[in-house]
């Protein structure tokens, strides 16, 4: 059964080094993939850009397409489009839009927080706000409800170096402008990010609507293994989406769970138990992440 992973692709791993505790390092994971016969993986951090650490994984590693990323957090200056830049020009291929710095997520998180457990992004923001070090929540919407400058200035530059963009936590009613733009500027390579997550949960309806649009919708292992969405849900979903528009990840890299390649497994095999096939399979772990990357 591991042979469904041959020539995969999971755009969406937790790696060290980072601010946070992770299970793996780049070169582990790249020796994991390796060994799963996976095709290449995209390093992610809420904090960095990955370009760099992507290159020397792929000098240790040739046969892997590691891939540099820049989440557009506080830490390279929200939506910056300098930042985005020199992203592009060091080999980055994918932008995340805000994460655990987005206003939506922050508001989110930081409601009702009595007796709930918060994500340890949201101790790290605690600390530094306790430290006098602001940490502003980040909108991509500007005092008119539309896409700010800076936010066009990066869908340029994503546009014009082939990136690809990923929603992340943004809100809905950002996530559905920022598509309806990349759009118009030619940019066809989107993705909704864990669409089923509680905080972005899109409906089979609205899925639609963005597919529509250009974007590709993913699912990630985390969100169902950790009982934020029933794996009824996710099933439902793909099949009303169809894997052809589809794409699947991990979202792993947290100490306590498993490592991504035997996460992507896991997901795989259950996704054939509930009746997908392996060329539907291959779909969502191969073809569409490699189109993405063409």
Known sequence: MKD????????HIHSAPDVLPRKMDD???AERAMAAGMKGFALKSHYFCTSERAELVRKAYPELDVIGTITLNNSVGGINPSAVEMAARSGAKLIWF???DGKYERE?????????????????????DEEGIKSLPITIL?????????????????????????????????????????NKK?????????????????????????VEM?????HTYTTWKTNKVEFGVVVNQ????????????????????????????????????????REELRLMLVENSARLLE
């Open 4 to 11: 469904i992973l041959k020539g995969a692709y999971d755009l």
């Open 238 to 277: 793909i099949r009303e989406i169809g894997p052809k528009n589809v794409i699947l990840g991990t979202d792993l890299g947290q100490v306590t769970a498993k490592y991504p390649d035997e996460g992507l497994l896991e997901f795989a095999e259950l996704l054939l138990e509930n009746g997908f096939t």
């Open 142 to 182: 500007d005092e008119n409800r539309e896409l700010t400058e800076e936010t066009q200035k990066v869908l340029d530059i994503a546009a014009r170096y082939k990136m690809i963009i990923a929603t992340s936590h943004l809100s809905h009613e950002e996530a559905f402008k920022l598509v309806e733009e990349a």
């Open 27 to 29: 070169f582990e994971m």
């Open 108 to 128: 989110h998180v930081f409601k009702d927080t009595k007796n709930k457990k918060l994500p340890y992004w949201a101790s790290i923001v605690i600390e530094m």
């Open 214 to 218: 250009g974007a590709v919708i993913e």
């Open 186 to 210: 030619g940019i066809d390579r989107i993705v909704i990010t864990h669409a089923d997550f509680p905080t972005t949960f899109y409906t089979v309806e609205e899925q639609k609507r963005l």
């Open 98 to 100: 805000p994460t655990c």
